[in-house]
Nanobody
Framework: QVQLVESGGGLVQAGGSLRLSCAASGRLYNNYCLAWFRQAPGKERGFVGS????????AYGDSAKDRFTISRDNAKNTVYLQVNSLKPEDTAVYYC????????????????WGRGTQVTVSS
């Protein structure tokens, strides 16, 4: 059983930056994938990016390329999402999720989810 807790969201002006954190309790094995998704009101939950717990390989969705960076701290059992040059359309609840083995764009196949952290970008 893995529990995930996101933090670091808030209200920021367009062009600003935030660093979101996802702290995991429970054992994370090298074959785990951790991912970030986001969901704006009235929209589906979309893939932001992912990182493999063992090798640290990252992948990003189209909305995150060039502005978002995922990293991990194995000693702290924490994954981070650095978000830069924020735009109003980045406003959403950001969720952390994990699954075993292969990372995926599909939210439905992730086993464990956090409750999310709200990011609001003002223009």
């Amino acid at each position: 059983q893995v529990q995930l807790v996101e933090s670091g969201g808030g209200l920021v002006q367009a062009g600003g930056s935030l660093r979101l954190s996802c702290a995991a309790s429970g054992r994370l094995y090298n074959n785990y994938c951790l991912a970030w998704f986001r969901q704006a009101p009235g929209k589906e939950r979309g893939f932001v990016g992912s990182i493999t717990w063992g090798g640290g390989s990252t992948a990003y969705g189209d909305s995150a390329k060039d502005r978002f960076t995922i990293s991990r701290d194995n000693a702290k059992n924490t994954v981070y999402l650095q978000v830069n040059s924020l735009k109003p359309e980045d406003t959403a609840v950001y969720y952390c999720a994990t699954k075993i083995i292969t990372c995926s764009l599909r939210a439905t196949i992730y086993n464990y989810w956090g409750r999310g952290t709200q990011v609001t970008v003002s223009s």
